[in-house]
């Protein structure tokens, strides 16, 4: 084994392993996190634009040797603040009701079912747009399966905030819904 | 208002201590408010869910329209302007006035007419029903040979170039045809 060969070794190798790290956070948070950002206000194109950044950026802060201990929180990190610099009114648009076109993709088995999941889906927009911004945030964040700390992470809160902060919105959709 | 309400969201969602979790659950047990509660909680989360993946299906099933919709058009131009440049020029013809035919040349001959054998009176033989048989007229009559070019007759190249028929006619003494016989 020649001594040139070696100093090139290592970053091969180490450039192999992160990419592996970076195919399988992509394969598992690319949804999640585009369904975040679509729910958040953003187009489709949007939401891909930010997701396509944010895995970038997670690529090149692997190579360059930073540890993340949890790059969950920290891609959703990104994102949310790359759509905040995007649209700022984003705000606005999540929690409109949905047209009929759309509740036809909920694949109904009945009409009967269909008009019920309407009529809840347009109870739970109204309740759903007189919520916070932070609450409606954090309920986006749950829903998409982070734990109260990862939501803290990503909207720079205490973690006892986000529980009450959490437990307020669900009190508050629940009131609104009468369930 | 029971003293646990306020921590069962985060009980539902596992953020508790195992201790805490475990009193909670304890109490749920035995709490039929709470029991109520929670159900509501986890109905609500549900319905949460539920809605924010019919917008992103919503956002998703528009642009797939879109996107559809701008192929259609964007092939349909594209076949008609290929269309439109590879249509061929049609460029208007110079008038030709169309060739009048020729007739066909017919050539006439009168054809010899071979005298009739001469026939060997037959000797009437007694007891017989004798008749005297008569050569036929027309064999009598003289006959005309007609020849007529094949291009007269046929579509063009249907026959080899330079064909003729032939065609003898016989006319009667009355001077209507008897016969016509056509040979190349």
Redesign the interface.
């Given at each position: 084994m020649s001594g040139d060969g070696f100093p090139f070794a290592l970053p091969a190798s180490r450039f192999t392993a992160v990419n592996r790290e970076a195919s399988t956070l992509f394969e598992e948070l690319r949804k999640p996190l585009?369904?975040y950002l679509?729910?958040l206000g953003l187009?489709?194109?949007e939401a891909q634009d930010v997701v396509q950044d944010a895995f970038l950026n997670l690529h090149r802060s692997l190579a360059g040797g930073v540890a993340h201990e949890n790059a969950r929180a920290w891609l959703f990190s990104v994102a949310h603040n790359q759509a905040r610099n995007r649209q700022k009114t984003y705000h606005r648009r999540?929690g409109a009701p949905?047209?009929d076109?759309?509740?036809k993709?909920?694949d109904e088995s009945t009409p009967e079912h269909a008009f019920l999941k309407k009529e809840?889906?347009r109870r739970?927009?109204s309740a759903?747009r007189a919520l916070t911004e932070v609450e409606r945030e954090c309920?986006?964040l749950?829903?998409e399966g982070l734990?109260?700390r990862e939501i803290g992470e990503v909207l720079e809160m205490a973690t006892s905030t986000v529980?009450d902060t959490?437990?307020r919105a669900?009190k508050k959709?629940?009131e609104k819904?009468n369930? | 208002m029971c003293e646990f309400e306020n921590r069962l969201m985060a009980w539902m969602d596992r953020e508790l201590e195992p201790a805490d979790a475990l009193a909670i659950e304890y109490h749920v047990r035995v709490c039929m408010a709470c029991s109520v509660r929670a159900d509501e909680y986890r109905e609500i989360s549900r319905s949460f869910a539920d809605y924010c993946g019919a917008i992103s299906t919503r956002k998703s099933s528009r642009r797939l329209r879109w996107a559809v919709w701008s192929a259609t058009v964007g092939v349909a131009a594209t076949a008609a302007m290929i269309m439109l440049m590879l249509r061929p020029r049609v460029e208007p013809l110079p008038f030709q006035r169309p060739a009048v035919p020729k007739a066909p040349a017919m050539a006439f001959r009168i054809a010899p007419v071979n005298p009739p054998a001469p026939v060997e009176p037959t000797r009437p033989r007694p007891g017989r029903n004798n008749v005297e048989v008569s050569p036929p007229a027309w064999n009598l009559e003289p006959s005309v040979q007609i020849a007529i070019p094949a291009e007269a007759v046929f579509a063009p190249g249907a026959v080899p170039l330079g064909f003729s028929f032939a065609a003898e006619l016989s006319i009667a003494n009355d001077g209507s045809a008897r016969a016509l016989r056509l040979r190349p």
């Open positions: 585009l369904r679509v729910c187009s489709t194109d999540f949905l047209e076109g759309a509740l993709l909920l809840k889906f739970l927009a759903i309920l986006l749950r829903a734990r109260y529980a959490v437990d669900v959709l629940a819904c369930v | -």
